[in-house]
Structure formats: C-alpha cells, structure tokens
C-alpha cells in the first residue's frame, strides 16, 4: 500500500489564489497600459539561462550569485563529448574554461594545470602533451558534466543578453522593453520576501545616456505607482559614479574603513574586502554613526557625473517628480553606475523596498555585446499588491453578474443559450450543471456573490421571457431576451460588473 502523502508548496513559494488573482492581474494590466503609453514594449525571456550569465552580470561577490541562485546542471547536455582528436579538444575549450571557473572541475592546481593547457597551449603541443590531454578529458566526460543553469533571479542580464543576441542595436531609436514574471532567490522566506517572487520590470537599451532618459523611466515608475494607488511612497535618489570616479571612491572608502574596521560587525568586515560599497547598506545599529563620517560619493564624483546627476534633478523636477537624495543607496548589484534609486512604501515592516533600479552603461558591452547604455528598475510585485491591499487601495474584485437558477428539463436549452450570450455580451455567468431547488439556487447565488439571479422554470420558457432579481434588494422584473440583453449590457458599461 502507498503511504498517503500530503503535498505542500514548497518553502518560499505560494498560490496566489481568487480573488486575489484578479488584484494581480489588475495590477499587471495596468503596468502593460501604462508602460505601452511611454512606448514601451513586452519582452519575454527563458526562466532559466546559463549560469555564467548571472555569474558575470550581477557579480560572483554579491548576494545574489554567491549565496541566492537556484542553479542546477542540465544533464544530457554534455559539455565535453567524447573527443578523439586534439582538434576536438580545442573545439572543447570553452566549455571546459567555464566548468573550471563554474568549480565543476574539482579544483585541485593539478586540474588547473590542465586547463590552462587545453586553452593556451593546445596548438603547439606534443604528442606526449596530447594523449595526457585526451586522458583528462576522459575524466571530464567521467564527471558526466551538464550545462549550468540557473533560474533567473532577475531580469537585467536576460534583456541585455537577448539585446545581443537579437542585434536590437541595429533597429531604429533606443530599445524600450518591458516584462512581468517570476524570479527566484533562495533567501530566508518572511513577509513580502519569497523565493519565488514576481517582478515587472523595464529597460531603455541604446547609445544615449541622457539624463532625460532617466527622468522619464522614473516619470514612468511613478505613473504607474499612482494609477495602481499605491501613493504613499518615497523615491530615493543617488549617482555611485562611473568606471572613471567610482574607482578611486571606492579606494578611499575601503582605507578609510580599515582605519574603523575593528568597530564593524563580522558581515561589514567581510565586505570591506570583498564590496566596500555595500557596508553603506547596512541596517545594523550599532555601525550607523561610524558609516554617518564615512567619505560620500557625491564629494567624489567626476565632473560627467556630477554633471549628469544634476542635470536629472532638473529634469525631475520639470516632471514634478519628488525624490529624496540619499548617498548610502548603492544598490547590492555589481553593474550599476550613475544613477540608482529605490522606492519604499507603507505597510510592509522592514521589507519596504517596492522596486530598485539604476543606469547600467558597461553590462551590455560586459556581456560581449556593442558599447551600449542602459537604464531600467524592477518593480517587486509581491510588496506592491501587499501595501495596495494593506493601506486599503485595492479595487473592489471582480463581480459574478449573473447566476442563472433554471428549473425543469424544458428551462435547460433556454439556460444554455443565453448564459452563452450573456458571456459573450463581456458579462461574467454562473451556469448550474445541474438542476437545483429554487430555494438552494437562490441561495448560492448569494453565497457566491452575484449581482443578479436570473429565474428561469418552465413558465418562462414556454413565454420566452426571463425573471432578473437584484439580489441586493430582490427588485425583479419581467424581461425578453433583448430587453435582458441590453439591460445588463448598458450596466455593464455604466458600472462595470
Ligand atoms: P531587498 O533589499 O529587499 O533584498 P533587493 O535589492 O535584493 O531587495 P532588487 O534586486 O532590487 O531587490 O529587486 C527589485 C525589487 O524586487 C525589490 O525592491 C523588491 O520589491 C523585490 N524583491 C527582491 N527580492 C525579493 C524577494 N525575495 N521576495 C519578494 N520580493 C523581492
Ligand atoms: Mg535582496
């Protein structure tokens, strides 16, 4: 006998469930209509990419990639084959540098010895250098090893990757991109944080970085905030430089974080090395004077910087868009330079961060693709619907119309007829599979919510008429199936059920 088993989502992830579906979908749709009203466009990616592609976007050292990716090995596709020649081995190169830098190869510097020597010194080598060579690819193949894949925990790099790949350069004006979907991240699951989450998010990929790009994209978030009611929100600003400025920034910020090193917590500490930058995202209270004197990129930025950061408050303020400057913002992604922002909103506890963005000039170019600038934010949807539904802007759900009670074997073909009319009239009907007690119809009616029941026994039928009760009210009211027809059409437009 099979044990019984219940299944539960697993850790992390959920259901979202009606009615709470359709505040979702009200959500994204208003996204589509207001990002189509800039001229944006959809774009939908893979859930899954090759690893190496986060890996190199996002930075090995950040959260994200070092300690957040769902990654696994997609076995059957082998990277190293069964090669027989040397010539093969070469053509074997590059995947065998990426399973290396990927630690699939177990790295012990004998390995290492040998990778180099498949990459660098394949051409000139010696008989006795290739069968060595041929021996270790065997053992490669030994490991079984698969092409690594990773769900997305973000859709940046995908868009770039895809503005590569499509050659978007060449198409006329800049590349204005939008999507909406899932991304996953193994992080500690707790209010308005999952492992699957969703984002909806945009891009503007091409050659100019002009600050009234950045301007608009806000322009853009804010419209959108505004139209879904989610007002109550703060927009904060900064500029982290850019491959001329940063660098010395950040030079001056880890010395003068060794001088305080030993006031810092363990996480900090670890960051001084690894992404100075980061310790100015702290959280923890005992760090918050010490980061308060520490040096701040806005007394360091090279002149296009400054330039092009002042030049976006301006263009802010022409929209009316109000901000909050605030230097520590650097955001936990490697590719960012210039511009970065973040939006908080209400009623989320610590989890207020409802979306993050900023300019990402090198990742294109990073990714192997054309010089190219790009600016884009992601909205976190999961935080978005929550602070809608807890500071109590959500639209009412979605209305049942129309729940038709028949009676009688004679009632049922009228039922079938015009629930169909009725739907494809744009109303939502509740159809009875199957015939019920006048009473117990009524009744569910109720329960279920709808607007209207519509009577249907056996006298209605053989007179072609129909009874509609209101059922807030029980007002009812005799009717042909134009007059329905038309009755319920022109409420429909007047309150959208
Ligand atoms: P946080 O600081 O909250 O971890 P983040 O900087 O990692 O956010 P981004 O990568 O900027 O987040 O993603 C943009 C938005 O996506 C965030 O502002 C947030 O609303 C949402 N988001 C990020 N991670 C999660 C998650 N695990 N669960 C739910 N929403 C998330
Ligand atoms: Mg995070």
Redesign the pocket.
Known sequence: MTEKRQFRAIKGTRDILPPESSLWNWFEQTAREVFESYNFREIRLPIFEDTELFARSIGVETDVVSKEMYTFEDRGSIHVGYPQTVDEVIRSNDAVKAAWELKRIPQTPENELRVNLINHACKSISDEGASALLRFVAELHALDLGDSVTLRP?ATASVCRAYIEHNMHALPGDAKLYYVGPMF?R?RPQK????Q?Y?IGAEVLGQSDAPAIDAEVLEMLIAFFNRVGLTRTTLYLNSIGDKNCRPDYVALLQNELLNVADKLGPDSQRRIETNPLRVLDSKIPEEQPIIEKLPRISDHLCDACREHFAKLKEELNLRGIKYQENWRLV???DYYTRTTF?VTAEGLGS?N????GGRYDGLVELLGGPPTKGIGF???S??SILSIQETGSAPPPLVLSVFIAWMGPKAYPAAVSIARKLRAAGLAVELPPEEMKFKKSLGLADKLGARYALILGEDEAASNTFTLKRLSDAAQKTLTENELLEYLESERRGTRA
Request: aromatic share 8%; proline share 0%.
């Open positions: 973000e991240r992080e308005g944080r999952y492992r989450f984002q955001r936990g992604l973040e989890q961060a409802v979306c993050g992601a909205i976190g999961d935080r």
